[in-house]
């Protein structure tokens, strides 16, 4: 079964880390016998929209539809186009239009990484933060009145809808039964918005009936947020809204040092369209240009890639790679980020030998 994957590099250092991100995948699937077909996209990108105007082609819906996955670097170049236009007009089409209703991204604490919070080792910080991507607080159900007046007035509702919010949670249970620890945590704000987040705590525990082995809590997003960083150590799956889960979702790698080395999922589980797996990090113009960025980012994207696809263990094999790399700690190959001298190649070239051991 050939798997076909569309590669966008985008921006900046997307243009970079891609290179070796596409070399960790190739790296897994030659020595899994995985059978891969990456296509290589220069739209996505603002040497796209200098060309053309826009940040995609108008037939970019019928062209990435076909495709099993999408890899992605970065989009972004504030001094030419405007960051709502490059964001909004490429990254955001993508999941909106694909329903890539799970956002989801691994907060876990890797070897040689100085986490920011004191006293934390691998194994301390290892959870996933589930975020509903397509609705609740970011709607745009809502208006303005009366604008540049006295009475100027602006609403905008949040929308959060059975279906969507049934989805999600399904994922999130799923995930924390699919773990050891088996525990689900709901960010919840129930006694403030006191009609959409007690709905959502119902949802939650009407859904646990389904999920007999999987404990779950849940906290008001406020004390959730110190939790994270006092008690990064409680948890296991957390799941969120989309506005909680917007800040869940950078909190939590955050917590675990370098933002150069964070994936994220974009995932339309059911597989009617590609889902979509890039870095954290945008396209980091301050460096762009220097082959210095760290590209563990973009292949531990790789690898939730190979996971979602069915590939458990070259993902396995590929994250082990960089833990590898990253715990002997070699200042030659490690990139500035984290304390090295290397390159964004040199990085690479280490991790994509490792894979192939
Ligand atoms: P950024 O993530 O690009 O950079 C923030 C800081 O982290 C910079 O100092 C950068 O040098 C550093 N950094 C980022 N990735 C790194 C890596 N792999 N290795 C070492 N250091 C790294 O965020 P910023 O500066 O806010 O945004 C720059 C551009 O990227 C903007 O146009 C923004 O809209 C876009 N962006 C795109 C995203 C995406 O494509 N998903 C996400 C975030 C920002
Ligand atoms: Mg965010």
Redesign the pocket.
């Known amino acids: 079964m050939t798997h076909r994957i569309a590669v966008i590099p985008?921006d900046?250092?997307?243009k970079e880390?891609m290179p070796e991100g596409v070399r960790a995948l190739k790296a897994a699937a030659e020595r899994f016998g995985i059978d891969l077909e990456l296509e290589p996209f220069g739209f996505a990108s603002c040497d796209y929209y200098a060309e053309h105007g826009q940040m995609l082609p108008d037939d970019w819906f019928e062209i990435l539809e076909k495709f099993d996955a999408i890899f992605?670097g970065?989009?972004?170049?504030?001094e030419t186009v405007p960051?709502h236009i490059?964001?909004w007009g490429s990254?955001l089409q993508l999941r909106r239009r694909f329903d890539q209703y799970i956002n989801l991204r691994p907060c876990r604490l890797l070897p040689g990484i100085q986490s920011p919070l004191a006293g934390r080792k691998p194994g301390d910080i290892d959870f996933y933060v589930v975020r509903e991507n397509t609705e609740g607080e970011y709607s745009s159900v809502g208006g303005k009145m009366f604008e540049g007046t006295e009475r100027e007035i602006v609403i905008q509702e949040t929308v959060m809808t059975r279906h969507g919010t049934d989805r999600v949670l399904k994922f999130a249970y799923e995930l924390a039964q699919s773990r050891p620890r088996k525990k689900l945590t709901s960010a919840t704000k129930s006694n403030g918005i006191a009609i959409t987040m007690p709905w959502w705590d119902e949802r939650v525990s009407e859904m646990s009936g389904h999920y007999p082995d999987v404990t779950v809590d849940q906290f008001h997003i406020d004390i959730l947020t110190a939790n994270f960083v006092m008690h990064p150590d409680w948890f296991d799956v957390v799941v969120a809204s989309n506005l909680f889960g917007d800040i869940l979702s950078d909190l939590g790698p955050a917590c675990t040092g370098?933002?150069?080395v964070a994936p994220s999922a974009n995932i339309n589980p059911e597989g009617t369209f590609p889902s979509l797996f890039?870095?954290?990090?945008?396209?980091?113009?301050?460096?762009a240009g220097k082959g210095?960025?760290?590209?563990i980012?973009q292949i531990w994207s790789a690898a939730m890639m190979l996971e979602h696809l069915g590939y458990q263990e070259a993902a396995g094999a590929i994250v082990a790679a960089f833990e590898e790399v990253l715990s002997e700690g070699d200042v030659t190959l490690l990139?500035p980020?984290v304390g090295g001298h290397g390159t964004t190649e040199s990085l690479g070239l280490a991790i994509a030998e490792r894979i192939m051991r």
């Open positions: 985008g900046g250092i997307g880390v992605y970065a989009v972004g170049w504030p960051d490059s964001l990254l370098t933002i150069g890039e870095p954290v990090h945008g396209s980091a113009p301050d460096i210095i960025a760290n590209p980012g990139t980020d």
